[in-house]
C-alpha cells in the first residue's frame, strides 16, 4: 500500500478507535494474574459491553485505598474492586465514592445494604498448613507452640487487616498481649498475600495466613490433597470483598453496567476457580465438588463495618507496638 493510502486508512479509522468506550478498574495484583479472575472476566465483559476494560494493579487490596488517596479525584479509575469490610469506611471517608442503584439478590451469611460499595465475593481468614502435620487449633496454642507462620502486613493487605481484626474482635483488651506471644511465631510480614503464600510454598514456614477455601485450589487445580485449613476454636473471621464506583467517573453508565455483570453469571461462576473465594450469587453450576471439603467455621466473627475504622486504628497501634518489643 502506498504511504498516502497508509495515512488516508488510519485517519478513516482512528474515529472509531476514538468512540470505543473504556473503563478502567483499580484492583489487587493476584485478580489480575493468569490464573486469577482478570483474563476471563476482561473477556467475558468486553465481548457484552464492546468496550475496552482496563484493569489495573495496585499492589495488595488495602493498598488499592493508598493509591485512590493520593489520586483523588484525579484518579483515572472508573471502579475500584478489591476493599472489603475493613475498609469500607475508611474508602467512605474519602468522599470519592458515589451510590449505586443495582438491585442485589445476595447469597451471603448476612444482609447486605451498603449504599456505596457491592460484594463480589465471601469467605473465611485462616492458618493453611500440611496435611499430615501437628497444628494448633487455637491462638493460645498457636503462640506456645514452636510453628512459624508467614502473615500479611495490615497496611497494605486485607488479609493482614482481616487477621488484625480477628485477634481484636477475639480477645479485646488482650489482644496486645497475644501478639506479644506470638511474635516469635512470625517469619516475616510480607506486603501481600502472594509474597506470603509463595514464602509457605517454599517451605519457609509452618502455616500461612489465608483462608478456609485455599485448599480447595490445591486439591481442584493440581489434584493435591496435602494443604488443610486450621479450624479454630475462637471461630474464623469473615471477609467481605466489594466494590465501588468513583463520583469522577466519566463513564457512569458504562461502570453501573459493569457491577450489574459483576453480580451475574459470567462474573461469579469464575470466582470459586479463580479467586479461590466463595460467589456472592451461587452459579448456576453451583460450586466446584472441591467445596464441600472445606472446614466450616462453627463461629462466624465479622466486626460492625460502621466501628471497623475506629477498631482498626487501635488495633493496629497494639500490634505495633507488640512486634516491636
Keep these: ?49 464492546g468496550c475496552v476494560l482496563n484493569l ?32 469500607i469506611s475508611a474508602a467512605r471517608e474519602t468522599g470519592l465514592f458515589v451510590a449505586h442503584t443495582i438491585e442485589t439478590d445476595l447469597d451471603l451469611p448476612l444482609e447486605w445494604n451498603d449504599p456505596l460499595f457491592l460484594p463480589y465475593d465471601w469467605g473465611y481468614f485462616a492458618f493453611v498448613g500440611n496435611r499430615g502435620e501437628a497444628h494448633s487449633t487455637s491462638f493460645r496454642e498457636l ?37 506479644a506471644a506470638l511474635a516469635d511465631n512470625i517469619v516475616t510480614v510480607t506486603p501481600g498475600w502472594s509474597e506470603a503464600y509463595g ?25 493435591d490433597d496435602s494443604k488443610v485449613a486450621l479450624p479454630f476454636s475462637e471461630g474464623h473471621y469473615m471477609q467481605i470483598e466489594v466494590a465501588g464506583k468513583l463520583a469522577a467517573t466519566d463513564q ?13 453469571d ?13 460467589p456472592v450469587v451461587l452459579p448456576d453450576g453451583g460450586l466446584p465438588d472441591g467445596f464441600s471439603t472445606l472446614i466450616q467455621p462453627e463461629t462466624a466473627i465479622l466486626a460492625p463495618i460502621d466501628q471497623a475504622g475506629a477498631l482498626r486504628d487501635l488495633a493496629l497501634d497494639e500490634w505495633l507496638r507488640a512486634l516491636s518489643r
Aim: glycine share 8%.
Design 1 to 49: 500500500m502506498k504511504p498516502h493510502l497508509v495515512i488516508a486508512a488510519l485517519l478513516a479509522a482512528s474515529p472509531a478507535l476514538a468512540q470505543t468506550p473504556q473503563l478502567t478498574v483499580y484492583t489487587y495484583d493476584s485478580f489480575l494474574s493468569e490464573w486469577g479472575p482478570g483474563p476471563a472476566i476482561k473477556q467475558a465483559f468486553e465481548t457484552e459491553c
Design 56 to 87: 489495573v494493579g495496585a499492589g495488595d487490596g488495602a493498598a488499592l485505598l493508598g493509591r485512590l488517596k493520593l489520586e483523588g479525584a484525579r484518579s483515572d479509575a472508573d471502579i475500584v474492586l478489591g476493599l472489603d469490610t475493613g475498609l
Design 143 to 179: 503462640a506456645e507452640s514452636e510453628q512459624k507462620i508467614v502473615i500479611q502486613d495490615p497496611r497494605s493487605s486485607t488479609p493482614g487487616l482481616g487477621l488484625l481484626m480477628w485477634v481484636k474482635s477475639v480477645f479485646g483488651d488482650e489482644a496486645e498481649e497475644i501478639w
Design 199 to 223: 514464602l509457605f510454598l517454599e517451605g519457609e514456614a509452618d502455616l500461612v495466613l489465608s483462608y478456609t477455601t485455599s485448599p480447595a485450589y490445591h486439591l481442584i487445580a493440581e489434584e
Design 252 to 264: 457512569p453508565e458504562l461502570a453501573d453496567q459493569f457491577l450489574r455483570f459483576m453480580l451475574g
Design 266 to 278: 459470567a462474573f461469579q461462576s469464575v470466582i470459586p476457580t479463580t479467586n479461590w473465594m466463595y
